[in-house]
T-cell receptor
């Protein structure tokens, strides 16, 4: 099985930087995804990491360390529309490559 | 490009009743997934189809849940009979080929089910 742990909630100010952490335990690691989910809406894809290091996409960056079972999502220049839940999902070869999602981290952006 | 379509968006039923949800994936996507998302939790995979065949249904409560994708395009998920603990959002997702690696899943808007 896969264990994925994310902190539950954080509050940050508009314009600031926030880091959302995700730790996982799995066998046959085959990639890690970050999704954004606004309240009452579907998850939308943000980023994918399979090799160690940092992937940058505009205001969002995602980092992976496979040896530590650790990833983070970095949100820069926070905007009010970034208030959402951020879901970390791990794919493993064992188990049909199914995605196992964490509970999500709720980010609240305040003016 | 049209996204994943789902209907209905909301459904309220009494326990022991039956309910069905419909999903139409992104055109050309071979793989279709049904997830259950309980409030405050991440999505949990119920079933994965590759074209019209089942790849993974290990987490589907088969005594009450069933799903089909007869022509390899749209799909229906049924619950019969429903229990209170089935209250959740049912998300459908699709991806190009269902393989590993960076094959990305795209989600529909979901159906919010309330069982009274």
């Amino acid at each position: 099985g896969q264990n994925i742990d994310q902190p539950t909630e954080m509050t940050a100010t508009e314009g600031a930087i926030v880091q959302i952490n995700c730790t996982y335990q799995t066998s046959g690691f085959n990639g890690l995804f970050w999704y954004q989910q606004h309240a009452g809406e579907a998850p939308t894809f943000l980023s994918y990491n399979v090799l160690d290091g940092l992937e940058e996409k505009g205001r969002f960056s995602s980092f992976l360390s496979r040896s530590k079972g650790y990833s983070y999502l970095l949100l820069k220049e926070l905007q009010m529309k970034d208030s959402a839940s951020y879901l970390c999902a791990v794919r493993a070869i064992y188990g049909n490559n199914r995605l196992a999602f964490g509970k999500g981290n709720q980010v609240v952006v305040i003016p | 490009e049209a996204g994943v379509a789902q209907s209905p968006r909301y459904k309220i039923i009494e326990k022991r009743q039956s309910v069905a949800f419909w999903c139409n994936p992104i055109s050309g996507h071979a793989t279709l997934y049904w997830y259950q998302q309980i409030l405050g939790q991440g999505p949990k995979l119920l079933i994965q189809f590759q074209n019209n065949g089942v790849v993974d249904d290990s987490q589907l409560p088969k005594d009450r849940f069933s799903a089909e994708r007869l022509k390899g395009v749209d799909s229906t998920l049924k619950i019969q009979p429903a229990k209170l603990e089935d209250s959740a959002v049912y998300l459908c997702a699709s991806s190009l080929n269902g393989g590993g690696g960076g094959d990305t899943q795209y989600f529909g808007p979901g159906t919010r089910l309330t069982v009274l």
